[in-house]
């Protein structure tokens, strides 16, 4: 029998989504489960962009140009200038969601073996990007204490090697909900330039910030050559089906190497190239609605969260993902116990554990993300059956013990 | 300025699209171009199918499972059975195009430096996939004269080294057409078990063969830890821009891997899952129409093709594709100036020279690949502005000089 390849082998599977069979066997004994574990929006997808598809009167499904529908990408320039961000559709180049673009700046700009900095927790996909590409993550730890706000640049140049190519963001971040400060881009800046590294900046969240406006790494001046934003409409119109994204660059020569990756899988899909150009017409006052939903949610689920004895979670500024820290003494453990010993008025929560967020081991280990993507009744009852679970599960460490987890 | 990758200075262009600006500016001319350059379908999308996304009524386009939708791989199960595959539903894998299902082979199965060997002239995008996989092609060439049948047995096995991990093939083949018999696929059989290869089959024509049945690699006995057989719904129900395929293997050792890197991405398109769905209740007799549309158009083409003096065009026996070679000094330069140069009645027509879909160099100077995806009537007026080109072209070469074309 033929073997399979090491990268197959080591190929890290999702840690968000591990503990689904234990939800599903937990459902199936009725129970019911909250789901705070994955960032699917339950925010409806707007009527409009579903129905510029249910309405479209093409004859042939085609295959569209592999960079996207040329007049999609121009329209796409009308949304950045509503950011301040000027850009030709030359330098829109639209791919099979957010993580396309992620795995086309990997290959593209870093060679096997090559480093790329990111500061931990991190979305957990960037590591099933990385080895595909055969490159290495280097984090650079953020901390509980200081609310995941951008790790001293010490840290970053203790890292930085002659294998170094490139800095990794998420802003505002997923897992943790930090929102970068303009001061934080601009520190990016001044490494990036000095090491001459690429700044990827993930802004998959921007439209969901709760403090203050959101800075995008194409506002640093002096960066063209070098900032490379990986976008997607999953998140902003609830889309996450479509997968359709977008790599954003104002490098030319990186911009001739991703089309020829972009070519090689022929186009992205088509159907949600007309939402996601319909989505650009939506009123400007959609996300103000859907942003204040997040924002009392966000509210709701912290407040609840920190009344809770032993419960520790800043306030995040953006996205709609917060990580609290729990009197716990192993939060992969206490998650799989949620789903398969406890339950308190037949209901329970699901949350994913932060461990597999961080990239140095044993970081995290008391620490869970949750997605406040369910309404806000069900945000209060997913607290309530946190706090009940806390009191009773047989691992609870007091808070003393806590400092041990960000060592 | 950072630098881009090697990775991304060596991607191979698209051979088929690298034709494009010209084809742009002959059309700016006022001339007719009649495309049979590329592989999209002219053939309209079953309205059923496009319905059945145009009607659905779901109000979040939330992301699938990672292995695609439960109910529609449970539905694939018996579009497979109706060819006497029998599979579980858990054996397939939804991708996004037949593209992803190829990338996800080479990375599941393949380690960096590894090969894979493939009869040439093939699919030029596999050189891309190859890139990103950092595998190495080894092509073994078939031959015009032989109307590109499976090598003999002994030019492959001169290729295998400790590092053939593979051997892929296209059936039935673009951009041949070559329909591989059941011999000529027990013969791939014997040399996989002999030397422990995975055999990958891209079936994305199944449904168009022309001289018998298609004989699957998924009906080799002994084989099921060795075959991986690539699927899409592209040019099936000309759904090109759906972006759906299938990874399909009854080895649960890369099922287990490939849906690692099927997490990574998230989910396969949700829309063209709705679609890929319904098309599997069309009507029998939906393909038994585009079939017969087919075949009248490839013996047209071919017939056409062979009348006109100094050009040889086997028949083939499937896909939508044919090489003929042509009385000319080199393809890449007649097919630019059949864009820049040359006009019949204003037409003209675009051809893919095809050296790119070889892999050693020099060879399929003289062919060109032809893809009879427009109507007869349009076929007929490009087989005219071909012959009529071949009269007044500069390089044209007689044919007694055509046998250095396949040395």
Same mark, same amino acid.
């Given at each position: 029998m033929p073997k ?9 599977p999702?840690?968000?989504?591990k503990?689904?069979p234990?939800a =599903?066997a937990t459902?199936a004994?009725?129970?019911?489960v909250?789901h ?7 925010i409806?997808?707007?009527?409009p ?9 093409f ?7 592999s +960079?996207?529908?040329e ?8 949304y ?16 099979t ?7 086309f ?9 090559? !480093?790329?900095?990111i ?10 990007f990385a080895? !595909?590409?055969?490159v290495?993550?280097?984090p650079?730890?953020?901390?509980i204490?200081?609310s995941f ?12 090697t ?15 909900g930090?929102?970068?400060?303009? =001061?934080?881009?601009?520190?990016l ?6 090491h ?20 995008s790494?194409?506002?640093?001046e ?15 119109y609830?889309a996450?089906?479509?997968r359709?994204?977008?790599?954003v ?24 190239q007309?939402?996601? =150009? ?6 400007v ?6 942003? !204040? ?6 509210n709701l ?6 009344d ?15 990580? +609290?820290?729990?009197?716990?003494d192993?939060a992969d453990k206490f998650?799989?116990?949620?789903? !398969? ?8 929560v699901?949350?994913?554990p ?8 044993g ?14 009744n ?8 946190? =706090?009940? +679970?806390?009191k ?6 007091? +808070? ?8």
């Open positions: 399979i390849s090491h990268r197959g082998i080591q190929m890290p999702s840690p968000i989504r503990l689904a234990f =599903e459902k004994k009725g129970i019911k909250y705070l574990n994955i960032g699917q929006p339950d409806e997808t707007p009527q962009i579903l129905d510029a598809v249910r309405h479209s009167t004859k042939i499904l085609e295959y569209s140009h +960079a996207g529908n007049s999609y990408r121009k329209k796409l320039t009308s950045y200038q509503r950011f301040n961000i000027h850009l030709d559709y030359s330098q829109i180049i639209i791919t969601g957010g993580s396309e673009a992620i795995l700046a990997m290959m593209s700009c870093l060679n096997p073996d090559d !480093e790329v900095i500061p931990e927790p991190f979305y957990a996909n960037y590591n099933g080895m !595909e590409a055969q290495h993550i280097k650079v730890t953020s901390t204490e200081k706000a951008l790790p001293p640049v010490k840290d970053f140049e203790k890292l930085i002659e294998r170094t190519k490139a800095i990794l963001i998420c802003n505002p971040n997923n897992p943790t930090y929102l970068y400060s303009q =001061e934080e881009l601009e520190t800046r001044q490494i990036c330039l000095k001459d590294l690429y700044l990827f900046s993930d802004e998959a969240y921007r439209e969901f910030c709760y403090e203050g406006a959101h800075f790494a194409l506002h640093l002096g960066m063209e050559e070098n900032v490379i934003v990986l976008d997607t409409i999953s998140k902003r609830s996450c089906g479509g359709i994204g977008a790599f660059t104002k490098n030319q020569q990186v911009l001739d190497s991703v089309i020829k990756f972009a070519q090689a899988r022929l186009s992205p899909p088509s159907f949600a007309i939402l996601g =150009e319909a989505a650009v017409d939506l009123p006052d959609y996300f103000n609605q859907v942003k !204040e939903e997040y924002r009392s949610r966000r689920l912290v407040r609840m969260l920190n809770i004895p032993g419960v520790k979670c800043p306030l995040p500024g953006g996205a709609f993902y917060a990580i +609290a820290q729990l009197p716990i192993d998650c799989q116990w949620l789903l !398969e010993a406890f339950s308190f008025e037949n209901q329970t699901m949350l994913a932060a461990s597999g967020f961080y990239a140095t081991p970081l995290g280990k008391q620490e869970v993300r949750l997605a406040y993507v369910l309404n806000k069900d945000i209060h009852h997913a607290m309530i059956c946190l =706090e009940e +679970a806390l009773v599960y047989p691992g609870r460490k007091v +808070a003393s013990l806590l400092k041990h987890s960000t060592v």
